[in-house]
């Protein structure tokens, strides 16, 4: 079947391992709305304009290999997700080498792709710069999208070098070219010392919604969760979550470009994307992982764990007692 979107986009299923064994379907060969599907998962393994150690691009096929170890039954939700959902992985955009514009444009294409379908897009990067497309896709279906964004960086850098697509610059991007208002963003977990002063006045200007570890630590991941969700879905149509896995700790997370001492803990992350997933997302994405630096793999582990943890509470809509699993209740996910 040819793809009823048109061209305008790569795509590489040779060689791809499935996120858990899931159907493998190539998107300029498969119409992916007569698919039926309710998820589709896609690699953007991009890493060009990593400004620290690079590894990302491995960071698709990182996370769909520790997807092998997974089951489909959530005890702590109590919910197989393989009855929940329909999953399938549209394997990996096509790196166009040395062209960030281009790359991001593909990855664009298939992201708006898979939302015309009536799926969740969940992207697996790749740096911090491949949620860009994302946000772009996103924006071009939704009239007032929202952004929940879990990093130790802030990232609000409108440019570096003259470069403007790179991993410091995914919030910017957000706002100038993909629709967001500042005030439905939501930033949660920042800190250490590579939060230059110029983006934290950026986010002041902006009246972007800034949540910073310490304040996750004071109050509770569940309390701060819940009022970035409250500031991302106030009068928006969309939500898109988007996890920078160098938000955790090194300990929870060593394999990642720009690690994080005295970072976040994988519990209270978890906990944080179970209020955001019961508040029901639109699309979603995982960057930063980078296998290279993980010889146990435990960094891709805990990738996997935030995809199945977010989509749990999403169709079950009752985590924390926040939200209804809004796309849950939208789209009749079986239960």
Known sequence: MSNSSGGGFGSMIANVQSFRGTELVDPLEDDLAELSADVGIFGFPFDSTCMNRTGTNQGPQGIRQASTNTLGYHYEYDINLDDTYDIVDCGDVE??????????????HLHGSILEADMIPIMLGGNHTVPIAGYRGLGQHAENPGLVFLDTHIDTAEEVAGEKYTH???????????????SN??????????????????????NINLYPLDEVIERGPIAVANDAVTAATRDTDALYL????????????????????????????LQVLGVVGSAGIDAMSIVETAPIWDDAGITSQIAV??????????ATGEANGVGSGTRAARHGYRS
């Open 242 to 269: 988007d996890i920078d896995v160098d938000v955790l700790d090194t300990g929870f997370a060593p394999g990642t470009g720009t690690p994080s001492p005295a970072g976040m803990t994988s519990r209270e992350l």
């Open 305 to 314: 764990r935030m995809i199945m943890d977010t989509l749990a509470a999403n």
């Open 95 to 108: 790196v166009v080498p040395g062209n960030a514009g281009e790359s991001l444009s593909r990855a664009e």
């Open 168 to 182: 410091a610059c995914p919030v910017a991007r957000a706002i100038d070219e993909a629709g967001f208002e500042p």
């Open 185 to 206: 963003i939501s930033i949660i977990g920042a800190s250490g010392n590579l939060n230059p002063e110029y983006e934290v006045e950026y986010v002041k200007e902006k």
